[in-house]
């Protein structure tokens, strides 16, 4: 009893910070604090917070990610929510022998932005379905059907992670993944 109290109270509490967040976006207040970074770092910062939460579930976490990268100008703790709320929202929807990997694809130099890393988590859980992957992020229809994918949640972990990368002049995205589950891929341009 003691265990699922302890677990239903520290998600209350993140629903809280979540809402605090959206409020701060709403209003415009919310402020980033940008400074040279490794973007593997941050994703480490992440992964290792997120590890004991796969290992009881008994759901792989992998990170595949390189050794070092080129820096980004960035919000590290702003940037490593992006990673949890990807990671929590993967781990969700991922059953117990699945696996959820982190991978950093090489720079690349897309028309519209400056050069960006490109960075993938895919995992072997429930596909999000056709009609909601252009959606997936949109704060209204997540607290409307309360989550993209069947099972429950806010749903605003999604929102608030597409508004923080698109907050550092990147991208995110949802597609489907080859043999079942989802990837989200999203960018963060290359400090100059």
Do not use: W
Not at 57 to 77: E, F, H, M, N, T
Not at 111 to 122: D, G, K, M, N, Q
């Amino acid at each position: 009893m003691l265990r699922i109290i302890t677990e239903e109270s520290s998600a209350l509490a993140c629903l809280i910070e979540d809402l605090l967040d959206m409020a701060e976006i709403e209003s415009g207040t919310l402020t980033l604090r940008f400074r040279r970074c490794s973007l593997v770092e941050v994703a480490r910062a992440s992964i290792e917070r997120q590890r004991p939460r796969f290992q009881r579930k008994g759901v792989d976490l992998i990170d595949s990610l390189p050794a070092r990268c080129p820096a980004v100008r960035a919000d590290a703790p702003r940037l490593r929510q992006v990673f949890d709320y990807l990671l929590s929202n993967a781990l969700k929807f991922t059953g117990r022998g699945g696996r959820v990997e982190i991978k950093l694809d090489a720079p690349r130099h897309p028309a519209r932005l400056r050069p960006a890393l490109f960075l993938s988590l895919c995992d072997t859980g429930e596909t999000i379905s056709a009609e909601d992957l252009p959606v997936v992020f949109d704060a209204a229809r997540a607290g409307a059907c309360r989550s993209p994918r069947t099972g429950g949640g806010d749903g605003l972990g999604l929102s608030f992670a597409r508004f923080l990368v698109e907050a550092h002049g990147g991208d995110i995205r949802a597609e489907h993944r080859p043999g079942g589950g989802t990837v989200f891929l999203f960018s963060i341009p290359i400090q100059d």
